[in-house]
């Protein structure tokens, strides 16, 4: 498939990634970001199945095309697992970040058609730690939850994919990883183990969430190549001595 067309089709998922899991935090939830008197709100866990949702959906339809990553840090994972040249690595995640700021966009335009919303009052689903931790988890919590949970993710993309794996139900398990992830870490981080999803938030809240974006660019893409790295050996179809 040619890398346009790949681009093409990581920048339209992680659209709908931003779209689907940040719009329903900022849309239609009464927690981590939205109006809590929100008659619809569907709470974290709704806001955790539409994250998996979006990854489960996109995985049928573009993974045929791009892989599905829709992450940064999936795509380095993959690259330290063997399954991604490095020579992608930057053009993917330029397009996996731009597929991000565009959804943020879409959000935004549906969200101040509301009367009296404010960005930075609502946090616009942006990962944060400290103050801004949905539980007020500090900085060492975050750091570990990210590495540990985008590690985990890796591990389940990873495996669900390898060729020794039953095909099609892949995306199922990366989906229902995804929302599990969603329902340990959002009282933590807001859950970001998505460079891209971090920055398309951040962007539009500015300030502190921008200030604190680097451990969302740094801890994802830890733990996801440590899940490369160590899936390669693990996983390896040749005996070692």
Known sequence: MPLTNRL???FIGTLWLVLGGCGSAVLAAAFPSGDPTNPFGIAFVGVSLAFG???????????????????PAVSVGLWAGGRFP????????????????AGATIIYLIATGKPGFDVVASGFAANGFGEHS?????LNAAIVSEI???????????????????????????????????????????TSVNPARSTSQA??????????????WVMPIIGAAAAGFFHRWMASDHPTA
């Not at 949905?134 to 500090?138: A, D, E, I, R």
């Not at 890796?154 to 390898?162: A, P, Y």
């Open 8 to 10: 093409a089709a990581e």
């Open 53 to 71: 949702l979006t990854v489960l959906t996109m995985a049928y339809a573009i993974g045929h095309i791009s892989g599905c990553h829709l992450n």
């Open 86 to 101: 490095a020579a992608d690595l930057v053009p993917y995640i330029i397009a996996q970040v731009l597929g991000g700021l």
């Open 134 to 138: 949905p539980g007020k988890y500090g």
């Open 148 to 190: 540990v949970m985008t590690f985990m993710f890796l591990i389940v993309i990873l495996g669900s994919t390898h060729k020794n794996t039953p095909t099609g139900f892949a995306p199922i398990a990366i989906g229902l990883c995804l929302t599990l992830i969603h329902l340990i870490s959002i009282p933590v981080t807001n």
């Open 203 to 216: 962007i539009f809240v500015g300030g502190w969430a921008l200030q604190q974006l680097w451990l969302f």
